[in-house]
């Protein structure tokens, strides 16, 4: 049992966690390792920050597994980062699936090799009825390019009739979003030591708390996200008003 998520306090949880799982390859290198070695062994890190989620009921996480720019990696590389995604997916469909936890996709799918895809969506599918909680994986994605899409939707609306310029506010715009099915980002954690968010959720991290590890990412644990919630917990969010304000409410 861990100490730390002892003291985490339920009724202060976020309810959507973002992860920027960085640091594989430096992992790998410190090893003396080619950085296909630290992907392979990135996976109970991806473990540990389901399970942890699932420990203390945070409805929302997402994963950020493979970016649109990361196709721009060796091919070799790339290769490998889609066959262990699709090896990890058969392996863990099932616990996935047992855990009652809903898996969502986000990023632009057409860009995937078709068994990638096929088994993203199969997996997807099965399970659509789950309620325990939300497993969002970020995969050829880049936020740049969904915000340019949603521009482009709206544009395309407003010209066929669909949609009143005069009615387009924040909400309207996150319809168009991948994420509109989801609340915004409360927490957004990157390790590697890297202090960047490498076009990441840019709408939806507008008000997160950010906090950048400097782990790298197969040492990820359970106790370190723990961690990371009750700094988050105690941090005062005041979306843009005064510590005053807050405590008056």
Not at 167 to 187: A, G, M, N
Request: overall charge negative; some cysteine; hydrophobic content about 40%.
């Amino acid at each position: 049992m861990s100490l730390l998520k002892d003291k985490i306090d339920p009724e202060n949880l976020p309810q959507h966690v973002a992860i920027i799982m960085d640091g594989n390859g430096r992992w790998a290198k410190s090893r003396g390792e080619e950085r296909t070695f630290g992907h392979k062994n990135a996976i109970d890190a991806v473990r540990n920050a389901i399970n942890a989620c699932n420990e203390i009921n945070i409805p929302y996480l997402t994963l950020y597994t493979f970016s649109s720019e990361n196709w721009n990696r060796p091919d070799d590389e790339v290769n490998t980062l889609m066959n262990l995604l699709m090896e990890t997916l058969l392996l863990e469909a099932e616990e996935i699936f047992s855990k009652g936890l809903r898996m969502h996709v986000i990023g632009n799918l057409e860009k995937l090799p078709a068994l990638v895809k096929d088994q993203l969506l199969r997996v997807v599918e099965l399970t659509k009825n789950n309620s325990k909680g939300n497993l969002i994986l970020a995969i050829s994605y880049g936020s740049q390019n969904e915000i340019l899409n949603a521009v482009k939707e709206i544009s395309s609306d407003v010209k066929e009739g669909k949609l009143e310029v005069e009615k387009i506010d924040e909400k309207t715009f996150e319809s168009y979003l991948y994420t509109k099915d989801f609340p915004p980002v409360d927490l957004m954690i990157r390790t590697s030591g890297e202090v960047r968010i490498s076009n990441f959720l840019l709408w939806q991290i507008a008000y997160a708390e950010l906090q950048f590890l400097d782990i790298l990412w197969p040492d990820f644990t359970k106790d370190i996200f723990f961690q990371c919630i009750l700094d988050y917990q105690n941090k005062e969010r005041r979306y843009g008003k005064t510590g005053e304000q807050i405590k008056i409410q």
